[in-house]
């Protein structure tokens, strides 16, 4: 503006770098203890300084996993964390996109009921009905598969709120065109409805995988076999023994690639991220 | 709410509902409900014989003064991750809304943490600050400084609220960028030429400008306290030292889980069923009519 001088501007820059170097310090350190020793950093000595164990850490870490009781792979936990966040992300964006399409498109008995049953659980995460359904994942015999990892987390309005916004604003012409082309109601979908949502379905894909891979509460409390854990709850499963013989380049190496494939779809995707978070805040 | 141009069928719209129709009644309703029943009613030590007790779990659980230092305990905890989160967002929001060099790099460089995990938040940073090999504790005893939130509440406590703050400020930092860019810059100049200075700019035309922005977050950070803290919390201290890190969430699922109290546990999810409904009505009901000037 008027009296931008410089010093305002080395001051902003200043500022920023401050704020970047607090956002990132604790990502580092992590990095940082996940290449040295585990006795130097037992000792509280560890250095800010990169050690020389990268390669063999990760390496223990990936396909051996720590050698106290938790003997299981962290790539297997990755594994299971990553079939699970894409289960959330495309199994909540198919059944809303089809149900949004419904309620949008057709008149029938009963649509605005439908509407709001499906409304309401905007409102309340599943940690505050956490012990029933635990029951009925149980009762359904879905404990330890990836079935009950994710369902309980795809009942949720977010995505079908979302899709029914953009298909308001879609012009009637578009429709009216199909038809004249003799197209039915799933023709109309497939061909016209679904190319034109490509961007929404990206945005919230970018979204619903970061919530889906951070899961924690639900899947802790539903896996019980150590091949079935995700990489959050190895973390925490890895911390559990002695504080003594926590072997802490593993869990920071763990806690690394815990965040490299969330950071990175953000980083990487961050025009569709910024939009996805956005529009399913509204 | 509904298009003009429709189309008419019978069976397909049903069949178009029912897959998220099924999911969200029995992952949904069906355990929101069970929730409740429970709520009202009392299992025996052995969980032999269950029966109705009208209030009870809730009258115990008022009576009780645990429960109400949880709740206090809650919404300290909620305020001092909204204030310090929104605060620090908001800073290096208005310092990366000025034309920069580089204002894009500076923009990665602060939403990563996004994607952070609560539990990996909470193993950060308890290795940061562990008493014995944290990296940061060195530094605090060499102040003098009788560090070590193992043992110390207040000092779990704290560390609890930095790590949920830190974690937070990247989602308050992109939602106060996209309040700052819609604010008309044509406002701005014109009380730079009624001569209002780069500060007092800030605090009678952004800041005002603003406040929209500033409640929804607010009311998201106090959701996010709530809930999402659960991960922080179970890696970092497991609501402990005593109870100086329990939480309602937190609280939940140690009844429940832990002491096998489930009359209690559902009791309490359903006053924070309660709590997140009206602090969702709230945010809808100012989001609609929005906190302008």
Same mark, same amino acid.
């Given at each position: 503006m008027v009296e931008q001088e410089g010093f305002r501007r080395y001051v902003a820059h200043i500022i920023l770098w401050i704020g970047i170097a607090i956002v990132a310090f604790p990502v580092y350190v992590a990095f940082i203890a996940s290449t040295q020793d585990n006795a130097?950093? /037992? &000792?509280?000595?560890?250095?800010?300084?990169?050690?020389?164990?990268?390669? +063999? $850490?990760?390496?223990?870490?990936?396909?051996?996993?720590?050698?106290?009781?938790?003997? +299981?792979?962290?790539? &297997?936990?990755?594994? &299971?964390?990553?079939?699970?966040? !894409?289960?959330?992300? $495309?199994? *909540? !964006?198919?059944?809303?996109?089809?149900?949004?399409?419904? !309620?949008?498109?057709?008149?029938?008995?009963?649509?605005?009921?439908?509407?709001?049953?499906? =409304? !309401?659980?905007?409102?309340?995460?599943?940690?505050?009905?956490?012990?029933?359904?635990? *029951?009925? $994942? /149980?009762?359904?015999?879905?404990?330890?598969?990836?079935?009950?990892?994710?369902?309980?987390?795809?009942?949720?309005?977010?995505?079908?709120?979302?899709?029914?916004?953009?298909?308001?604003?879609?012009?009637? +012409?578009?429709? +009216?065109?199909?038809?004249?082309?003799?197209?039915?109601?799933?023709? =109309?979908?497939?061909?016209?409805?679904?190319?034109?949502?490509r961007t929404n379905m990206a945005a919230l894909f970018v979204i619903l995988f970061i919530l889906g891979w951070n899961q924690y509460l639900w899947p802790l409390l539903i896996t019980t076999r150590d091949d079935m854990q995700t990489i959050q709850i190895g973390i925490r499963k890895m911390m559990t023994t002695n504080d003594a013989l926590t072997e802490w380049p593993i869990v920071m190496a763990t806690a690394v690639l815990a965040m490299l494939p969330p950071v990175f779809v953000v980083v990487a995707m961050q025009k569709l991220f910024v939009r996805g978070l956005v529009e399913t805040e509204k | 709410?509904? #298009?003009?141009?429709? %189309?008419?069928?019978?069976?397909?719209?049903?069949?178009?509902?029912?897959?998220?129709?099924?999911i969200v009644l029995i992952f949904f309703y069906w355990p929101a409900l069970q929730a409740v029943i429970q709520s009202f009613l009392l299992q025996d030590a052995f969980g032999l014989s269950v029966s109705f007790v009208w209030f009870d779990n809730y009258v115990e659980l008022f009576s009780e003064p645990a429960y109400f230092e949880t709740v206090v305990r809650t919404f300290i905890f909620s305020f001092a991750i909204a204030a310090s989160s929104l605060s620090v967002a908001l800073l290096l929001a208005v310092m990366a809304d000025k034309p920069l060099r580089g204002g894009a790099v500076y923009r990665t460089l602060l939403i990563w943490p996004y994607a952070v995990a609560p539990p990996v938040v909470g193993v950060l940073w308890v290795f940061m600050l562990h008493p014995s090999l944290g990296v940061l504790s060195r530094y605090l005893r060499a102040a003098g400084i009788e560090w070590n939130p193992l043992l110390d509440g207040d000092q779990a406590a704290t560390l609890v609220i930095l790590a949920a703050a830190w974690k937070q400020i990247s989602y308050n930092f992109l939602f106060f960028?996209?309040?700052?860019?819609?604010?008309?810059?044509?406002?701005?100049?014109?009380?730079?030429?009624?001569?209002?200075?780069?500060?007092?700019? %800030?605090?009678?035309?952004?800041?005002?400008?603003?406040?929209?922005?500033?409640?929804?977050?607010?009311? @998201?950070?106090?959701?996010?306290?709530?809930?999402?803290?659960?991960?922080?919390?179970?890696?970092?201290?497991?609501?402990?030292?005593? #109870?100086?890190?329990?939480?309602?969430?937190?609280?939940?699922?140690?009844?429940?889980?832990?002491?096998?109290?489930?009359?209690?546990?559902?009791?309490?999810?359903?006053?924070?069923?309660?709590?997140?409904? @009206?602090?969702?009505?709230?945010?809808?009901?100012?989001?609609?009519? #929005?906190?302008?000037?």
């Open positions: 130097l950093i /037992a &000792n509280g000595q560890m250095s800010l300084l990169p050690g020389g164990h990268f390669f +063999e $850490v990760y390496y223990q870490t990936i396909f051996v996993g720590t050698s106290g009781s938790t003997r +299981e792979p962290v790539g &297997n936990m990755m594994l &299971n964390s990553l079939i699970m966040a !894409i289960m959330v992300a $495309v199994g *909540k !964006i198919a059944i809303s996109i089809i149900s949004a399409y419904a !309620i949008v498109y057709f008149r029938f008995p009963f649509r605005m009921p439908i509407f709001w049953i499906i =409304f !309401i659980t905007l409102m309340l995460p599943v940690e505050v009905r956490i012990y029933p359904t635990y *029951k009925i $994942v /149980a009762d359904l015999h879905m404990l330890d598969s990836y079935a009950g990892l994710a369902l309980p987390l795809i009942a949720s309005a977010t995505a079908t709120l979302l899709f029914r916004q953009f298909f308001m604003t879609v012009p009637d +012409e578009l429709l +009216e065109a199909s038809r004249i082309d003799g197209a039915g109601p799933l023709r =109309f979908f497939w061909d016209t409805l679904l190319p034109l949502s | 709410m509904q #298009k003009q141009a429709i %189309f008419k069928s019978k069976l397909l719209p049903y069949a178009l509902v029912a897959p998220q129709l099924a960028l996209a309040g700052l860019a819609a604010i008309p810059k044509s406002v701005l100049e014109a009380a730079a030429i009624d001569g209002a200075r780069p500060m007092r700019r %800030f605090w009678t035309v952004t800041f005002p400008l603003l406040s929209p922005t500033i409640f929804f977050l607010l009311v @998201v950070n106090i959701v996010y306290a709530f809930f999402d803290t659960f991960g922080i919390i179970d890696t970092m201290t497991r609501g402990g030292p005593g #109870k100086s890190t329990e939480t309602l969430v937190y609280k939940v699922y140690n009844d429940g889980l832990i002491g096998g109290n489930l009359g209690s546990s559902a009791a309490q999810s359903v006053i924070l069923m309660i709590m997140v409904i @009206v602090l969702t009505g709230i945010q809808f009901r100012f989001v609609e009519r #929005k906190v302008t000037y």
